[in-house]
């Protein structure tokens, strides 16, 4: 019965090419344009570590200015933490693993000396980083907790650094000269890529990861300065070295991992806790205020997704409605061209519900090639949107297999919602009236 | 206007199509109302004055890497070769670039006084051939002495004696005027306003203080150098190409970490603002051509229903004029029906917008274009069917089908 009603759906089809060719039209750009905005905008909002999203919580405090409070974050709390709080907290201790980190700038001078030197980003980093975010290595491991406090110069290089340098190879126990200083490589990583880069969202949220990972406990000896974003107040003329360290500018992304309700719970007693232990040494001059966010709460609050992006979700979901009436109205017209025939038909003893099922066939032939037109149009828009953004827009514009289901679903759901109407409404045709008019 | 009465009750007793082609205009017209506004606030953004010269301009990050590589030297030498370069109007250092996204922000206050306000604004750390590479121009007082230029590193940074404000940041702090010859703070310290320049944008574009910047005359030394190079006119990409290989070959313990064009800078933080443009300038054009093929179907649908009532009206005197006026007046119906919905339509998505994703409220008399707009598209989609109406000959009245 079903490869009946598709051959008639066929045939009718071909009765009226430019009509059909319209409503396929019609469906194929409303879907081509929400798969576009809806792949951004699910490429955008996706998890980067959906095994342990829950887990893992950035941790903030209040230690802004008397006078005015923080100015970036809706809620005003900072979004990193000074130098002396992530100190304190790694020193406490009190989650399953806690980690601070920064990025700073680097120049690698390469052993060969027909290689320039070059420009990298590191991210200075406790140990814990490597296990905490699940960091794939493809060679050695991070280094030990013997390493983190002896402030031995070890290093783990990324997957691209490690191609770059050695060509790909095994470069464990080797050496690697960063800003004229020797570091011995313990771990080369697997190609890691989180999209978005969750852990540090100060800087480009879809940017790639770091070329090389230091640890923490080097700060002070090298003297390393943050290359990210820095935001202070108060004491602001004092800008040595050790007076940054001192200050209340925050520049350092901490992250707890606390795997159970109870674990959340007990570490934000910890915090709030540790705020009043430091108002007795005369820091934090606001109210006690603390917050722990787990990542995708976190990649929600710094609106990674970002507004023009779920505007153009809602706008094309309005674009996708106007061609679904556009299709309703076309196909209503063709069905209803047919009265006669269906008249014909009734009279002959065709039941409503035979011929209802043959217009909901029709319907869905359209939809399904609507569909198809959808996805091709969806895949050229994301590569035009590939093109007007450049850089790593790869990241947030790609098909995958959940995006090219989605659509067709939309499609064919899209298309049946517009033909259920014109079919409802042609079965319903009293037979007798068309065939007198005959 | 006598048509006005059957045609309505003609509409009346097939409502379905007038229905649905209504809806499509009204949601068009708030798609449409919305999408432009949105897109004349974006290319009004991009195309702001920048103050700057951004065509000739392009900035060189310097990266020191030698145990014994001395800032002071490598830059002198640096910004020596760069001026002296054939191509090159001039060379400054420079240690933050406007446009490029990456800055330096500090508040200034008229008074040390710790409760004092503050006025947030971009620091530019330069020499005195700052002013000239980046353009601006000076409308008050004067430019920095080489004596005013102190060279530092961040550890023991401290202000210089004097500043140059732009003309918005000068008016924020002394809003009175008189801004030239007064003392501003940041903290406890104080510099002299000498200067003020009239326009200049700073780091962040989607920054409100964009264009309230300060010009410090100081040179970092640190391992990492700013210069920015202005070269004559339409000369920027050859001379960008000289300068890399000519810093490169003067080993004094640095390379070229990175080149980039002002223009490229600017580009790059309006990337999203762009696509957002050519997307929503698509978007429309797609929904405004889908909407008149919808009305061209729909009305050839209604013409070839009733041909033989247009035979017949035709073969009872109606002029061919008298037919075409018909289907116009009938679609004009339509249309005003759907730009009255619409225009609540587009009033509230604007108000959605406005609240849920921080958009700016829509203009009034973008409502009032759109209509007009739509009253037309619609009457040009209808105006093909209604021309072949009228052709169909008066002879039809006499066949049975």
Redesign the interface.
Same mark, same amino acid.
């Given at each position: 019965m079903f490869s009946y009603n598709l051959r008639l759906a066929l045939r009718s089809m071909r009765r009226t090419p430019i #009509?059909s060719a319209?409503m396929i039209?019609?469906i194929g =750009?409303?879907i081509g344009?929400s798969t576009t905005t809806l792949t951004v905008y699910h490429l955008r909002s996706g998890n980067p570590i959906p095994q342990k999203s829950g887990q893992l919580y950035a941790v903030q405090l209040d230690n802004w200015s008397p006078?005015e409070p923080y100015g970036g974050t809706s809620d005003h709390l900072p979004t990193q933490v000074t130098y002396r709080d992530a100190t304190n907290l790694m020193r406490l201790g009190k989650a399953k693993r806690q980690n601070a980190s920064y990025i700073t700038?680097m120049?690698v =001078?390469p052993h060969n000396r027909n290689q &320039?030197? @070059?420009?990298v980003i590191s991210r200075v980093t406790y140990n814990d980083f490597f296990p905490m975010f699940d960091v794939p290595f493809q060679y050695g491991g991070p280094w030990g907790d013997a390493d983190n406090s002896s402030r031995a110069q070890v290093v783990v290089l990324s997957h691209e650094l490690n191609e770059k340098l050695f060509g790909g190879a095994n470069s464990v126990g080797k050496d690697v000269r960063l %800003?004229?200083n020797r570091f011995r490589i313990v771990g080369v990583l697997k190609h890691w890529e989180p999209t978005p880069h969750f852990y540090d969202l100060e800087n480009d949220s879809f940017g790639d990861s770091e070329d090389a990972y230091i640890p923490f406990d080097l700060t002070v000896p090298l003297k390393l300065?943050s290359a990210g974003n820095n935001s202070c107040w108060g004491n /602001?003329?004092d800008?040595? @070295?050790e007076g940054h360290l001192e200050s209340e500018c925050v520049w350092i992304q901490f992250w707890a991992e606390l795997p159970t309700a109870s674990a959340r719970a007990r570490y934000h007693q910890f915090l709030g806790n540790y705020v009043r232990d430091q108002k007795k040494a005369g820091r934090f001059p606001r109210p006690v205020k603390t917050s722990l966010r787990n990542v995708m709460q976190w990649i929600a609050y710094n609106g990674v997704v970002?507004? %023009?992006t *779920?505007?153009?979700v809602? #706008?094309?979901f309005?674009?996708l #409605?106007?061609?679904v !009436?556009?299709t =309703?109205? #076309?196909i !209503?017209? &063709?069905f209803?061209?047919r009265s006669g025939e269906i008249g014909l038909r009734r009279a002959l003893g065709a039941s409503r519900h035979a011929l209802f099922r043959q217009y909901l066939v029709e319907s869905a032939v359209i939809g399904v090639s609507g569909g198809a037109v959808g996805l091709l149009l969806g895949w050229a828009g994301l590569f /035009?949107?590939r093109s !007007?953004?450049?850089?790593n827009a790869a990241r947030i514009a790609h098909l995958d297999w959940t995006m090219i289901g989605i659509s067709l679903l939309l499609a064919i759901a899209a298309s049946v919602a517009a033909g259920l109407y014109p079919a409802w *409404?042609v079965v319903r045709i009293p037979p007798a009236a068309y065939l007198k008019t005959q | 206007m006598m048509e006005f009465r059957p045609i309505l009750s003609a509409m009346l007793r097939n409502k379905t199509g007038a229905i649905l082609i209504a809806l499509q205009i009204a949601i068009t017209l708030a798609i449409v109302c919305n999408a432009v506004f949105v897109i004349q606030q974006r290319v009004a953004a991009m195309t702001r004055p920048t103050g700057l010269d951004v065509r000739d301009t392009f900035a060189v990050t310097m990266r020191g890497y030698t145990q014994d590589y001395r800032p002071a030297h490598a830059i002198r030498a640096d910004l020596d070769a760069l001026r002296a370069m054939p191509g090159v109007a001039n060379a400054a250092s420079m240690f933050h670039i406007p446009l490029s996204g990456g800055g330096w922000s500090s508040g200034f206050a008229t008074s040390p006084d710790p409760k004092a306000p503050t006025v947030d604004m971009g620091v530019f750390h330069t020499d005195t051939h700052g002013l000239d590479t980046l353009g601006v121009k000076l409308v008050a007082g004067r430019n920095f002495t080489n004596d005013e230029v102190i060279h530092t590193t961040r550890d023991t940074y401290t202000w210089p004696s004097v500043v140059i404000l732009t003309r918005a940041a000068a008016d924020k702090l002394f809003p009175k005027g008189k801004a030239l010859g007064k003392a501003v703070y940041v903290g406890k310290q104080s510099m002299t306003v000498i200067g003020i320049v009239k326009h200049m944008q700073g780091s962040w574009v989607h920054w409100s203080g964009l264009n309230r910047n300060a010009i410090v005359p100081a040179v970092f030394l640190e391992p990492r150098a700013g210069f920015l190079v202005r070269a004559e006119p339409g000369q920027r990409d050859h001379v960008m190409k000289a300068v890399e290989n000519k810093l490169q070959g003067l080993h004094v313990g640095n390379y070229v970490q990175r080149m980039r064009s002002m223009e490229r800078f600017r580009s790059d933080s309006y990337v999203g603002d762009h696509a957002m443009t050519v997307i929503l300038m698509v978007v429309t054009g797609m929904i405004l051509a889908i909407t008149a093929f919808g009305i061209v179907g729909l009305a050839s649908f209604s013409v070839n229903q009733r041909r033989k009532q247009i035979g017949t009206r035709r073969a009872l005197g109606a002029r061919r004029r008298d037919i075409v006026r018909y289907f116009l007046l009938e679609n004009w119906i339509i249309t005003t029906v759907g730009v009255l919905i619409g225009s609540a339509l587009a009033v509230a998505l604007n108000l959605w917008l406005v609240t849920t994703y921080e958009l700016n409220p829509i203009a009034w008399y973008y409502i009032p274009i759109g209509v007009v707009g739509l009253w037309a598209l619609g009457l040009a989609a209808v105006l093909g069917p209604a021309l072949r109406a009228a052709r169909i000959s008066p002879a039809l009245a006499t066949r049975t089908v």
């Open positions: #009509l319209l039209g019609a =750009i409303g344009v006078n700038s120049t =001078i &320039k030197p @070059f420009h %800003d004229g300065q /602001g003329s800008h040595s @070295f970002g507004n %023009d *779920r505007s153009l809602g #706008l094309s309005m674009f #409605l106007v061609c !009436l556009n =309703i109205g #076309l !209503l017209a &063709k209803m061209r /035009g949107v !007007l953004l450049g850089g *409404r | -």
